[in-house]
């Protein structure tokens, strides 16, 4: 049943163009200021402007979109000598304290990106953006055109983030898509984004009915995640997961605290013969780290999670929330274990995002916090050279500022090797996928082939050259093993041959880009058929969705201010 | 100009008969050439100076077709020396007139190794540098034997019919570098592997060809120089034959 080559899906198509960056402009029907999606097409660039009174509307930008991604790049070169801040570009954000969209002035200042904005109600303020503004500006040349779903959910009337779920505006389909089962939880975090009721665990047939309408919107889906709250509390959680291993879907990810799987060994055994993989959260190894961040010390609880997972081969994934100033010291901890155990495939630093009714509490700087250059500077540092900063390269697929990522080769001797080092990520781009391991799919197969070419050219001038060349062979030989394969037997031998370092940075509403949220690839899957981006959900509908006095979303509970962006008086429309 | 000026050319069995030929053919086109020989030092010597007096630079290995490592050395010296190899003829070759039914495994073998086998090894070792540069000429020396039914050897058609799916496979995969991969299918030539025949099978092949002769080692030389060349630029995967019409 489980054989896509005999039950094969409706393919996705590409957007018909590649969505480079918000930009705001006149709309050329009313003048209003509007926002618009900067996206290259044919050659050329265009300015997509959905005004509120007059509908879309379409500007041609530029003649020739090489050049204007070449002029683009160099408005984030600040010039020599220049004293105060120099003006990138702008976009839409929010206030920090009323939640209200505003126009954001993107500037860089000592080599940091800075937005700058001003709310008429309450006033000016400014966030830290990137430790890095090279990085930030650089990884604009990443834009890649996305993918669309096989239906979109929601028609676009009023743009982003109102018309959420996803509207025909998006762009990019569902990469990771995530449902929340539960509201109850064991822990109650600091820094937790989600704004718990213990009120309620989903059914399994308003579950099945998501996934159902997650299958009709992606046709196929490499991974399903379940998460909460605490999704070990369901009650019926393996009735949910049995419902979600469908054929359409390669994987089953249990985003847990893990900490039923420390003390109940048959829970944990039922996850493995389940066949689910674990998404463990793992702040860090000490117990100042989880006060600071989960409220209490878990160190000896998270250990009897690890020694469960590991005695038991449960295909195990690590998500570490990094705080400035908690646990980036225990950066190169975190990779060590990655790189040691088998069984855990891939490691995700999430730099922590300050929003929901934990996180919009937690004390912080928003001047001063980690971004993604900034783990990746950690990441360098405490792997002393094992992995390096150039080892890293933004996700096309989301938008670039959203994700960084490595991937690890697994070298015949055990021991893992950054691709960066024998391949160049740029010429390859379909490597940068948002996906934990490398899929044995026709267009690896193809990429694949021209990687060993490239390397087998130069196999004397790079480090390890012959053994990363002795390793592609084995990872060509067992992922096309000339007979039909299905979806989750090929994720199964290609996390055989790789792992994963994602960097991945929620938005909070310090640093909200309207922009980022616009090519969102994580999305809430919602019992109504919706499908949210993961930003957009946590800061704009979730308290739309549940909780008290959430009859009005949060963010459409203040008037506008002064004279905003056009996306700024969408709130008054809902 | 002349049609090789500035490249660097490697022929396998070059030091005699058909290789020689091709040898000369490319430095006299401006190429400066390199091959390898397996037992003859006199010729190869000769050659040298054959290809030296055109005013090219010319390179002799004595290494086998078959010995791996020793074609990694040479490709690696070569470059290292000359610069680069812009063009892989791949010549080396043998042939043995024995009917099926007497055939050894160890003709077979012998025959398939040097024959294909050898074209793999060498071409393994050259095409490094060339995917690098992004751009090269190979020429696989295959026959009229492995293209038509005739009186050949059947371990030999059999490695000139594998010749021509080396090519076409190659072709497709290294294309997208810049490098061409053809191959060229002689008739029966004046000398070389069909001087064995026997007069029934030479007179056949006459009565069949429509020039009514047998070719020479200049004329297939004339036509390697062309196929190599960068004015045949959008030739790739083909066979050409060059049988005076048969």
């Known amino acids: ?574 | 100009m002349r049609l090789l000026e500035g490249r660097v050319a490697l022929v396998t069995g070059g030091s005699r008969g058909l290789g020689r030929a091709i040898c000369l053919a490319l430095a006299r086109e401006g190429a400066d050439v390199a091959f390898n020989y397996s037992r003859n030092e006199a010729d190869a010597t000769d050659l040298l100076e054959r290809i030296q007096s055109t005013g090219a630079r010319a390179w002799a290995w004595k290494t086998s077709v078959l010995d791996r490592a020793g074609l990694q050395t040479l490709a690696r010296t070569l470059e290292a020396e000359a610069g680069q190899i812009d063009i892989l003829v791949n010549n080396a070759g043998v042939g043995q007139v024995v009917p099926l039914a007497l055939m050894e495994e160890e003709d077979w073998d012998r025959v398939m190794s040097v024959n294909v086998k050898g074209a793999f090894l060498t071409t393994q070792a050259v095409m490094r540098g060339m995917i690098k540069r992004r751009r090269g000429r190979i020429l696989n020396i295959s026959s009229l034997a492995g293209l038509k039914m005739m009186e050949a050897p059947v371990h030999y058609a059999a490695s000139k019919a594998a010749l021509k799916g080396f090519t076409e496979a190659l072709a497709k995969e290294i294309g997208r570098y810049g490098i061409t991969v053809n191959c060229l299918a002689p008739g029966i030539l004046e000398e070389g592997v069909s001087t064995n025949l026997p007069e029934s099978r030479l007179a056949e092949y006459l009565r069949h060809c429509a020039l009514g002769r047998k070719g020479t080692f200049e004329e297939c030389a004339e036509v390697v120089a062309f196929l190599v060349s960068d004015r045949n630029s959008y030739m790739n995967g083909a066979t050409i034959v060059l049988d005076g019409g048969v």
């Open chain 1, 1 to 574: 049943m489980d054989c896509t080559t005999c039950t094969p899906t409706p393919a996705r198509k590409d957007r018909p163009h590649t969505f480079l960056a918000h930009e705001h402009a006149n709309c050329p029907a009313c003048a209003a200021r509007v926002e618009g999606r900067v996206v290259l097409r044919a050659g050329q660039v265009y300015n997509l402007l959905r005004c509120v009174q007059c509908g879309p509307q379409e500007l041609l930008v530029a003649e020739d979109s090489t050049r204007y991604l070449e002029e683009f790049l160099a408005r984030g070169q600040v010039p020599e000598g220049h004293v105060g801040d120099w003006l990138f570009k702008t976009t839409t954000s929010t206030c920090p304290s009323c939640l209200a969209l505003l126009e954001a002035e993107v500037v860089i200042r000592d080599d940091k990106v800075f937005f700058k904005k001003a709310c008429g109600k309450c006033g000016p303020s400014e966030a830290l953006v990137s430790e890095d503004a090279r990085y930030y500006v650089q990884a604009y040349a990443f834009a890649r055109a996305g993918t669309e779903p096989l239906e979109f959910t929601q028609e676009a009337k009023l743009g982003c983030p109102v018309d959420c779920g996803t509207c025909s505006d998006h762009e990019q389909h569902t990469c990771l898509p995530i449902i929340e089962v539960t509201d109850h939880c064991n822990l109650e975090c600091p820094i937790c984004i989600v704004d718990n009721q213990y009120s309620s665990h989903m059914s399994l047939e308003v579950f099945e009915r998501t996934v159902e309408g997650l299958v009709r919107a992606e046709g196929r889906s490499e991974s399903v995640a379940i998460c909460g709250g605490e999704p070990t509390s369901h009650p019926r959680i393996f009735d949910l997961i049995r419902a979600a291993d469908r054929p359409e879907i390669g994987r089953v990810v249990l985003i847990t605290n893990g900490l039923r799987i420390g003390r109940d060994l048959g829970f944990a055994r039922q996850i493995k013969d389940s066949g689910a993989y674990v998404a463990l959260q793992l702040d860090g190894f000490d117990a100042e780290t989880h006060r600071v961040l989960r409220g209490r010390d878990l160190t000896d609880e998270k250990a009897a999670t690890l020694r469960t997972l590991r005695e038991l081969r449960i295909p195990t994934q690590l998500i570490f929330v990094a705080a400035r100033g908690v646990n980036e010291h225990q950066i190169g901890q975190a990779v060590d274990l990655l790189l040691g155990e088998d069984h855990i495939l891939s490691l995700n630093f999430q730099p922590v995002a300050l929003t929901g009714n934990g996180g919009g509490r937690f004390s912080h700087d928003p001047m001063d916090r980690l971004t993604i250059p900034g783990v990746i500077a950690a990441v360098a540092e405490q792997t002393n050279g094992r992995i390096r900063k150039s080892d890293f390269s933004p996700l096309p697929c989301s938008h670039p500022q959203c994700v960084s990522l490595t991937y690890l080769l697994r070298l015949n001797d055990g021991s893992y090797l950054p691709f960066p080092r024998f391949i160049d990520f740029r010429k390859h781009g379909s490597l940068l996928r948002s996906s934990a391991t490398l899929p044995a799919t026709a267009e690896m197969h193809d990429t694949l082939h021209e990687v060993i070419h490239d390397l087998y050219a130069r196999e004397h001038e790079i480090e390890r050259g012959s053994e990363a060349l002795a390793a592609l062979r084995r990872a060509l030989d067992v992922m096309f093993p000339g007979r039909p394969v299905s979806v989750k037997e090929e994720l199964r031998i290609g996390e055989a041959q790789a792992k994963s370092i994602f960097l991945h940075h929620y938005m909070d509403p310090h640093d909200f880009d309207l922009e980022r949220l616009r090519k969102c690839c994580h999305h809430y899957a919602q019992a109504d058929g919706r499908i949210m981006p993961g930003c957009g959900f946590n800061l704009f509908h979730r308290g739309a969705a549940k909780g008290p006095d959430t009859g009005v979303p949060a963010w459409a509970k203040h008037a506008p201010h002064g004279s905003g962006t056009a996306s700024a008086r969408l709130r008054v429309v809902t």
